[in-house]
């Protein structure tokens, strides 16, 4: 009796133990499958260096034909280029990742374009386009490259002293120059300076020479009028106004005209502030001063607004909470009207004031200053069959090198959308790869001490105080 009964009750512990283990089985692979399925993670990095940008997720996300990338390496280098290639195949089916070591598959290699000078190398059947690095940036930057096709040039205006794209100084216009070319567009400068009348032809007496025409090339997509300081001549402004009225892109940066410290004041430029305020935008013959005091968590004075909120415009949708910088900028007034729109895109809060008025050594009196808020930027529409496309900001100084390389500012994910926009690819319209930010601990003496007080003596000590006490209550 006793036997049978210890029998049943070892089988059913038995049963009850392969329950349990088939449970735990059945569970433990549920979990596997999900992770496998829906992979996620979660970055805690402060520029979310392990997560792939807005504009990737954007272009990846967004493909409506197969896209094949192949990555040509030793077989030990697979490991290291899945974590980044891993993630860009989770965000569309259509994403194909090769992997190829030439040494061992030469042949396999050299049919899928292989180069010694080649590791990524994407194909969208359109064409083919290589990534430099194992990097986002790069990556990202080749993925566009290769779904852009056609002639897509950026035309830079060089008249009147303006910033060009091949100073790599501070004040340049170069890093604008790279952004640019990353993603597919092509940049050149136009020369924009009439030609000397023929001297070889003599004039009749009170005859004048025969004005020169000019005009913006027909393959321009975007026209960049890059923070002038000298005035345009009318020929130029009527150049400009044919290109937007006739279905052109164009983007206007125009800096502050009042006498500044001791420096040269800009130009007033009074043809091309007429043709834009003919289009809805006044730029006014101020400077604006953000006397908020948000400048001052990125060491800015007030005479650089910190933008962190902006209007709802595909140019600055993207921006939420994404603060740029606009060194010593002038106020525009904008009015929709006649043949065009005009919206605002961003400006100053109500902590902000715009004076007309600048003392030798920089002083302002508040008290005569125009209380805020204050339009910096707008873009408008021009009506026409196709329509045009325009946008005006109240300083150029945001695009030079030096705002445009710092980090911890958008400025060159602004610049981008508004080229972005300007030129119609929306769909690239966002925040872009951020390049990996090197943050080092840097301790002084004092700093080195406390830890080591911490973690040498007072913490050893408290444990083995601690331990001490509960020896005594345990004894």
Known sequence: MADSFLKSRQ???????????????????????LANRYDKSYDSTSNKQFSLSDQTIKVVGNLKSDLKLTYFDEATHFPQARD???RY?????????EF??????????????????????VDSGLRKEEAKSLTEEEVTGAIIRSLKSGERNVCFVNAANEHSIDDEAATGFSLMKQLLERDNYKTRTIDFKPKAADATKPLAIGQAPAAVAV??????????????????????VDAFKKYVEGG?????LLDNVMKIGRGESTAENTELVAMLTEWGVTPNKDLVLDLSGIGNMFGAGPEIPIILQYESHAITRPLTRVPTAFPVPRSLEIKSGGKSTVEKLFGTTEDSIAVTEVGANGAIDPKKGKKGPFTLAA???????????FVVVGTSQWAENRAMGSRSLGNRDLFMNTINWLSADEDLISIRPK????????LTAQKLNLVFWLSVVFFPLAIVGFGMVTWWKRR
Request: charged share 15%; with cysteine.
């Open 100 to 121: 190829i070591d030439p040494t061992k598959k030469p042949q396999q290699a050299k049919s899928a374009g292989y180069r010694r000078d080649v590791t990524i190398l």
């Open 89 to 97: 195949t989770a965000l569309s089916p259509k994403l194909k990742v």
């Open 435 to 442: 390049s990996t930010e090197d943050r080092p601990l840097t």
């Open 379 to 389: 873009a408008g529409t021009v009506q026409g069959t196709p329509s045009g496309r």
């Open 84 to 86: 980044l290639l891993d």
């Open 215 to 236: 005009e913006v090339p027909k393959d321009c997509l975007v026209l960049v009028v890059g923070g002038p300081q000298l005035a345009y001549t009318q020929p130029i």
């Open 11 to 33: 089988t059913r512990y038995t049963a009850y133990a392969g329950t349990y283990i088939l449970v735990i089985l059945a569970v433990l692979g549920a979990i596997n499958f």
């Open 248 to 252: 052109g892109h164009a983007l206007f």
